[in-house]
Each structure stands twice: as C-alpha cells, then as structure tokens.
C-alpha cells in the first residue's frame, strides 16, 4: 500500500528518509537549520549517481508541512531504488525538507513566517513592496485575533473573488507580498537560513551535471488527487514542447495561461536555480498535486496563521487550524495518498527517461 511511505511527523519522515537513502547506497549530506528548541531541524540531500551524468532532481517540503507528500514520494522512490538500482546513467538528487521547520510545526512558511517560494531573489532590492490590492485585503486576511468558528470567512472570500474574479485573486493573494511580516504569502526581507543552505551548496549537489530535470514537490493546488506541472516559462517558448512531450500536454501549465491556476510570483525557488545554471539546460517544474477548494485551502492558511501570531498553543482553536491545515496540505484519505504517490512516481519516471534519452 502506497499510504505506507506517509510519515506522522517530521521526525519520522526525516528518519525514514535517511534510512532508505543509506540502505539504497546514496551518498547523504545534512544541513541542519540554526538551533531550534524542539529537536534538529536540517535539510537533508541523498545523492545517486556520477557527477557528470544528467541530473534529476527531486525536492520537498519548500512549503512545510507540503513535505509529508513530498516527502512519502522521496521514501517509494529511495525504497525503489534498494531494489532495483536507479536508472543508469542518471544521477538522482533528493532534497528532502527544504522548509525544514514548517513540516515540523504545520505550516506553510518557515521559522520568519516566510513562504520559501517567495524568498529566492536575485537581487536584495526585490525584498520590498506589496501587490497593489494586498493592502485592501490585509484586515480580511490576517486579522490579528485568534482564530474563531463563528466567522464568515468563506462568504467573504467568495464575495471577493465573484468581484474581482479568481485568477486577479490568486495574483493579489498569492504573489508574495514583502510589507506584512505576520501576513500570508510574506517573502521575507532577505535570504532566509534554508535559502541560504540552498545557495550555498547547490553547486555541490548539481556537480558537473550539463542538463538538469528538477521536480518540486508541492500540494494544494488543483483537482484532488490530480496533478500539474507549473513551469516557471512562459508559453510558446521551445522548452514548453519538451515539457509537453515528456510529461503529456494535459499535466503542464505554462505561467501565463491567463484562466490556468498558476499566478505570478516574485522570488521563486525554479528561477533562482535557472538563472544560478544559466550556462546548463535547467528544467524546472513545480509540481501541484490538488488537494481542495481554493476557498477552503486558504481558509486553512488563514485560520492557521491566526493561531500561530494570536492563538494559544494546545487551545482546541490552535488544534483545529493545525489539523485542518494538514488536512488542506496531506489529506488523510488513503485513496488520495494511494492516487498522488502513483503520480509522483509517474512524473519522477518521465523525467528520468527522458534524461536518458538526452
Ligand atoms: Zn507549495
């Protein structure tokens, strides 16, 4: 049963991830994060195959408490891997935990309250601003009181959303925001210490490799259990026909597919790496496994950040947002958990055969 390689907790997927990495013969590095009060918290690296080989990279975790899948797809791929050995010729790359601290706690952002996925700027000018409408939202998104069951959040949001419509949402939203440090979707004001693990060492992990097939493991987007491909190119441009033949035309969402579900975002991870391996073929896709409603997955995220600045912690309304915030990023069904690890091994698959054939 693929519900087996779900970890409770992030110290078990930790565990259980470099225990199948050094039983399928992986060279491992760890990167543990600045002193934490509960446990170590790092971003572990499991490496296969020969420095100069095309490189297939698979992380998890940017956003926390997404990790638990990510994560799970990481252990059936390694537990593959003692079985029957890689695909030749390939070198494999785990990162596993990127938000190290955010799969511990359940949340979506770090120990700064940063979303990892806003925080890769190229340049220290980037960390500042706010999307236009943001401010209009602030009151609605971030109240600055616990959280409450009594509160029309939903009717809210879907008032707003039949205003403005929901792709001029997703961009006001989510695009990342550097003016609300307590606020959802904030980038933070410079690198933070994952980032800079990231930045550091991604020379080490990528080696001599000339062309690159990096997958980015994520939840929370998208029809449950199904699964996109969000590129950070934009359509009509020669490698989105490479994307389409490798993982089929329905999977992938180039960025400026204007009804798509993917919006515009400052400071992502897949541009950071693009830029940093500009000399090599760098092939970057996020990929969104859904999981529910927009409404509701951003209930979640409200709720839960309300109960991190404001709540008590151990108080039932703390609980709840944790629970349901996990439910949002790792639904508890098995059929669900069945269905996303099918699909990350699908898309792990493609990319590495389409390495090989390369
Ligand atoms: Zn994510």
């Known amino acids: 049963m693929s519900t087996q390689y779900f970890s409770?907790?992030?110290?078990?997927?930790?565990?259980?991830?470099?225990?199948?990495?050094?039983?399928?013969?992986a060279r491992v590095q760890s990167y543990p994060l600045p002193a934490q009060s509960t446990g170590t918290l790092a971003i572990?690296?499991?490496?296969?195959?020969?420095?100069?080989?095309?490189?297939?990279?698979?992380?998890?975790?940017?956003?926390?408490?997404?990790?638990?899948?990510?994560?799970?797809?990481?252990?059936?791929?390694?537990?593959?891997?003692?079985?029957?050995?890689?695909?030749?010729?390939?070198?494999?790359?785990?990162?596993?935990?990127?938000?190290?601290?955010?799969?511990?706690?359940?949340?979506?952002?770090?120990?700064?309250?940063?979303?990892?996925?806003?925080n890769f700027m190229a340049n220290a000018g980037?960390?500042?601003?706010?999307?236009?409408?943001?401010?209009?939202?602030?009151?609605?998104?971030?109240?600055?009181s616990p959280p409450s069951r009594l509160e029309p959040f939903k009717t809210k949001a879907l008032w707003k959303i039949w205003q403005a419509g929901l792709p001029p949402l997703k961009e006001t939203v989510?695009?990342?925001?550097?003016?609300?440090?307590?606020?959802?979707?904030?980038?933070?004001k410079k690198p933070c210490a994952s980032t800079q693990i990231v930045q550091d060492h991604?020379?080490?992990?990528?080696?001599?490799?000339?062309?690159?097939?990096?997958?980015?493991?994520?939840?929370g987007l998208g029809a449950h259990g199904n699964y996109k491909l969000l590129l950070t190119e934009s359509d009509y441009t020669e490698r989105r026909d490479w994307y389409a033949a490798t993982f089929g035309a329905?999977?992938?969402?180039?960025?400026?597919?204007?009804?798509?579900?993917?919006?515009?975002?400052?400071?992502?991870?897949?541009?950071?790496?693009?830029?940093?391996?500009?000399?090599?073929?760098?092939?970057?896709?996020?990929?969104?496994?859904?999981t529910y409603g927009v409404v509701r997955v951003l209930a979640a995220l409200r709720a839960e950040n309300r109960a991190h600045h404001h709540g008590t912690p151990g108080s039932p309304a703390y609980l709840r947002a944790k629970k349901e915030?996990?439910?949002?990023?790792?639904?508890?069904?098995?059929?669900?958990?069945?269905q996303v690890i099918g699909g990350g091994l699908?898309?792990?698959e493609e990319g590495s055969v389409a390495l090989r054939v390369s």
């Open 8 to 25: 409770a907790s992030y110290a078990e997927a930790r565990r259980r991830f470099l225990e199948a990495a050094n039983a399928a013969g």
């Open 325 to 338: 915030l996990l439910e949002c990023f790792c639904p508890a069904s098995p059929a669900w958990r069945c």
């Open 174 to 188: 989510a695009r990342g925001q550097y003016e609300y440090p307590r606020g959802l979707f904030y980038g933070g």
């Open 44 to 118: 572990d690296v499991a490496i296969l195959g020969a420095d100069d080989a095309p490189a297939l990279v698979v992380s998890s975790g940017l956003h926390g408490v997404e990790g638990f899948f990510g994560s799970a797809v990481q252990l059936a791929l390694l537990e593959q891997f003692s079985k029957t050995r890689p695909t030749p010729g390939v070198r494999h790359v785990l990162i596993h935990g990127v938000n190290a601290y955010g799969f511990a706690h359940l949340r979506r952002t770090n120990e700064d309250n940063v979303d990892l996925n806003r």
């Open 126 to 144: 980037g960390y500042a601003g706010a999307p236009s409408g943001y401010a209009g939202l602030n009151r609605l998104l971030n109240p600055e």
């Open 250 to 290: 329905s999977h992938i969402e180039p960025l400026t597919k204007p009804d798509g579900m993917a919006y515009r975002v400052a400071g992502q991870w897949g541009p950071w790496m693009q830029q940093h391996f500009q000399s090599r073929n760098y092939c970057f896709a996020g990929a969104e496994f859904g």
């Open 346 to 348: 699908r898309v792990v």
């Open 202 to 219: 991604c020379d080490d992990w990528l080696a001599t490799s000339r062309h690159i097939v990096h997958i980015d493991l994520h939840t």
